[in-house]
């Protein structure tokens, strides 16, 4: 049971990863006020361009430094089309997906079943060698891939940049009112690009950290929906990178405990209705069904955050989705 | 700096009549050209490869049938997508809506004991009532609660997947081993077929009819494009917005549903979890390209069905991945809502001094 509960915590940790770093992207983007559908594309291609340049170079430094880049290329068309040409940023959004998708099918097929060293595990510096075993614990927290750390260093460091720089306060006016940030002398267009772009590298980067640290495989499809999941946790997170953290390591933990599900099958017995329970409960347990937790949760948090944002409280960017453009005399 | 050019963007007033109509044919044709880039590179003719596309698909039966077989879901999809669109909302939940569907219509095909005749309409109805129902909650809480229904629906597609996929691992298993499928559908609930194509070509065609009648021909479809250019303007002349909402989505909803019920009953006989390749999402581009009509809807259908069919030829011919075929539906997109913003804006280059300051007032 302990090695079941060990195994499940630290395959959170590292489901938890991609998602986190894909959702910062996103909160970035969104909070800058244009809504990107296009992540689990612009995740491929990182994953793709990552691993191939690994392979080629034997750098999983390198490789990721390319998949980020990547990510911010795809990320660009994004910018150019709904900020420039004003087109509509789902539209824009979901071809983003099916380019990189297409795309990473396309070129993908020779990169199959090669595999790669990518990133190992490293303990972490001075605590890390005495705490690593620790019980439950301590390889989940302390002993994890290059890219994981810097998964959880970003949080904090999209928090500062958001909330306690003059940049953060422009992406925020952006986001909420552009006429009035523009009156204020704020280029909005330059601080749109900016943030979409920046969202596009982190989905980039957490593509490249699926295909050289957590598979180290390239695999057609191989971000299987994580992309959405990234989006889902935007909103959930209500927009802040610490609740993105959180809401990373809920959803992580369910990917993490449907692998795993079928060697858990808790039976109650002794009070009334046991065995209804016992039907309720296995049936909530049910991989599938457990999978859609997610986006249930999602769908809830919406509903509660536009009720609040109809009492005038913080949630979604207010010109979410509304492209600007200067009136022109 | 003594001067320079500067470019100058204003609204049209009028878009040039050659631009409305070249634009879906540019765009097309734009794709193919970008596509072709990638089959270089992977060291094919690309003009072998499109006429293993488009001429070796059009001119056999096979490809002909294969063709309008795959344009029905796509196009019931795609009219799943441009109803709502027409009054402003996005819909891009439609595979959601079809997986309903497909669940409720194997259900019904599985479970009902009655004759053909009877049980493939009732399926075909449960499917479409499924598929409503999908599209009822995004459309309930973007009316009254003003919840954005392009995250709800895309959530509710999720869901609907993976229940599709709890169901034929649980309750509905019917297959032999532990294969993940249900059962095969009794001969009764098999789709009547017309030739080499079954009878959902005639759904399909009829519904585009019904779509168009409505929007063009009805009051609600009069007040669905009033709600769609603008709102606040309908809310104003006495339109019920909340009520266009929610029946665009419902109906959508329940064409995205009668796709998925007419997919199983005509062409898959059970229900997989995977058994569609993404034709709610492939709905979108269908919608877009033909978002001026519902017979454009037909056309965009029928053109993405092609790809499809002309795509796994291609890739059998010159070992190629048929993927190519969603690189160019994303490049139909890129380029039309390029060459949208060149319908809406006129660029011209102007030359500006810019040592000259602006004439101060009063000169």
């Given amino acids: 049971m302990v090695g079941l509960a060990a195994g499940i915590i630290d395959a959170t940790v590292r489901a938890a990863t991609p998602l986190i770093l894909a959702s910062l992207g996103e909160i970035i983007s969104e909070r800058g006020g244009v809504l990107n559908l296009g992540v689990e594309g612009m995740m491929l291609v990182g994953a793709l361009c990552g691993f191939a340049t690994t392979f080629t170079t034997g750098s999983p430094w390198i490789g990721f430094a390319v998949g980020t880049l990547a990510g911010a290329a795809m990320a660009t068309i994004h910018a150019v089309l709904c900020i420039s040409l004003k087109a509509d940023q789902v539209i824009s959004g979901v071809m983003l997906t099916l380019l990189g998708t297409g795309l990473t099918t396309y070129f993908g097929q020779e990169w199959v079943s090669k595999s790669i060293d990518g990133f190992e595990t490293v303990a972490v510096p001075v605590v890390g060698d005495a705490l690593v075993g620790l019980p439950l614990v301590g390889p989940a927290l302390f002993e994890n891939t290059p890219t994981d750390y810097l998964a959880l260093a970003l949080v904090p460091a999209v928090g500062y940049l958001l909330f306690r720089t003059s940049l953060g306060l422009e992406i925020t006016a952006v986001g909420e009112n552009p006429e009035a940030a523009d009156t204020m002398g704020v280029p909005v267009f330059a601080v749109r690009y900016l943030c979409v772009i920046l969202g596009g590298a982190f989905a980039g980067a957490a593509g490249a950290h699926l295909s050289l640290a957590f598979s180290k495989l390239w695999v057609t499809g191989m971000t299987a929906g994580r992309g959405w999941i990234a989006i889902a946790l935007v909103i959930f997170a209500q927009w802040r990178p610490w609740r993105a953290l959180v809401g990373a390591y809920l959803f992580g933990g369910i990917e993490a405990f449907v692998l795993r599900s079928q060697a858990l099958d808790p039976t109650v017995t002794g009070i009334p209705l046991a065995e209804t329970i016992d039907g309720v409960v296995s049936l909530l347990l049910r991989p599938q069904v457990m999978s859609m937790y997610p986006y249930l949760a999602t769908v809830v948090v919406l509903v509660l955050a536009t009720r609040r944002v109809l009492d005038e409280q913080v949630g979604a960017p207010s010109a979410l989705l509304d492209n600007y453009s200067r009136e022109t005399e | ?363």
């Fill in chain 2, 1 to 363: 700096m003594t001067g320079g050019y500067e470019l100058d963007v204003s609204t049209r007033e009028d878009v040039p009549a050659w631009l409305v109509y070249g634009t879906p044919v540019l765009t097309v044709l734009g794709a193919l050209a970008v596509s072709g880039v990638a089959l270089l590179a992977l060291g094919v003719d690309p003009v072998g490869a499109y006429e293993t596309m488009f001429v070796g698909t059009l001119t056999t039966e096979f490809g002909v049938s294969q063709t309008l077989l795959r344009a029905v879901p796509l196009v019931l999809t795609g009219l799943a997508v441009y109803l709502p669109l027409r009054a402003g909302l996005w819909n891009i939940g439609a595979e959601g809506q079809l997986y309903l569907g497909a669940i409720v219509g194997t259900w019904i095909g599985l479970n009902v004991d009655a004759p053909g005749v009877v049980l493939v309409p009732l399926a075909c109805l449960g499917g479409a009532v499924a598929g409503g129902l999908w599209g009822l909650i995004p459309g309930l809480l973007r009316a009254r609660r003003g919840v954005n229904e392009i995250i709800v629906t895309l959530m509710l597609t999720f869901v609907g997947v993976e229940l599709a996929g709890y169901l034929v691992r649980g309750p509905m298993r019917g297959g032999q081993g532990n294969f993940p499928v249900s059962a095969v559908l009794p001969d009764a609930a098999q789709l009547p077929s017309l030739g080499p194509v079954h009878v959902g070509v005639v759904v399909a065609l009829l519904a585009t009819v019904a779509i168009r009648l409505l929007v063009g021909q009805t009051v609600t479809g009069y007040e669905i494009t009033v709600t769609g250019s603008n709102p606040d303007a309908a809310e104003r002349a006495g339109v019920d917005v909340e009520w266009v909402y929610v029946f665009v989505l419902v109906a959508g909803g329940a064409l995205a549903g009668l796709a998925g019920a007419i997919e199983i009953m005509g062409i898959q006989e059970r229900l997989r979890p995977d058994f569609s390749p993404g034709y709610g999402f492939t709905a979108i581009p269908v919608a877009l390209l033909g978002r001026n009509g519902a017979f454009r809807v037909l056309l965009a259908g029928l053109f993405f069905a092609v790809l499809v069919v002309g795509g796994s030829s291609m890739e059998l011919a010159y070992d190629v991945p048929a993927a190519l075929v969603e690189v160019i539906q994303a490049l139909v997109i890129l380029f039309l809502i390029t060459a949208e913003f060149f319908k809406r804006y006129r660029i011209s280059v102007e030359s500006v001094d810019r040592t000259t300051p602006a004439a101060p007032e009063g000169t």
